[in-house]
């Protein structure tokens, strides 16, 4: 009797773990189906990266302290962002914009509003982008000021931040954004000193005041319509 009550507990202890097996094997056919199905789903719909372009611009001001090495700036940029996907919504989740000149930042980073583009859609900011006394290296002044004696400053409008892609309830992860847009802008192809001995005197070292970018014989205040400059995009992991 004894013998056959151990029978009857090991097969009722197979059996237990027969049947958590089975399970264990549905769930894992079950995940692998729905993982199966949601990478297929997203092959064919495969999103594809939204696009920025750059409107227009307004400069207020461009002023660089040559005594002190600060660089004050002050524009407006109107950007775009649409979604090129029929079936993919784009989610930004967390968005800045900032200027670089000559690989250095020189406004301060301004948040835009969080913004969901559906299929097709397009979005619209306008933001304002200052900076105020930046310090510069010395080795730099020359080549602001040749920039400006050419008449051509280039700046970049770099937009940061993270998306989210969404298919009808479901959102992905969150991708990286990054967005670079050169502005182009024409100057009147010199400096003005203010306070100064000339337009040479102020990059130069021999007046020792402060030098200003004259954009069409107007200091500041100059917009530069119809851009619609394409930028760079890059979204990754």
Request: hydrophobic residues 40%.
């Amino acid at each position: 009797m004894k013998d056959g009550r151990g029978s009857h507990k090991l097969s009722h202890v197979i059996a237990d773990m027969s049947a958590a097996k089975s399970y264990t094997l549905i769930a894992l056919a079950v995940v692998t189906i729905l993982s199966l199905a949601i990478l297929a789903t997203w092959l064919v719909l495969l999103p594809q990266k939204p696009t920025f372009a750059l409107q227009d611009a307004t400069l207020y001001a461009f002023k660089l302290t040559n005594s002190n090495l600060f660089l004050t700036t002050t524009f407006q940029v109107t950007l775009s962002s649409r979604n090129p996907n029929r079936r993919v919504g784009v989610d930004y989740t967390r968005l800045g914009v900032y200027a670089t000149y000559r690989n250095q930042q020189i406004t301060n980073s301004t948040v835009l509003p969080q913004s969901y583009l559906g299929t097709k859609d397009m979005t619209v900011w306008s933001p304002f982008l200052s900076g105020v006394d930046v310090a510069i290296s010395p080795n730099w002044v020359e080549g602001v000021r040749l920039d400006v004696e050419a008449g051509d400053v280039i700046v970049d409008v770099k937009v940061y931040g993270r998306l989210r892609w969404k298919v009808g309830s479901w959102l992905s992860g969150t991708y990286h954004l990054a967005v670079n847009c050169p502005v182009y802008l024409k100057m009147a192809g010199r400096a003005a000193e203010e306070g100064g001995n000339g337009a040479g005197a102020g990059a130069g070292g021999g007046g020792g005041g402060d030098w200003v970018a004259v954009i069409g014989g107007v200091r500041g205040g100059v917009r530069y319509d119809e851009l619609d400059q394409g930028c760079n995009v890059v979204v990754s992991t």
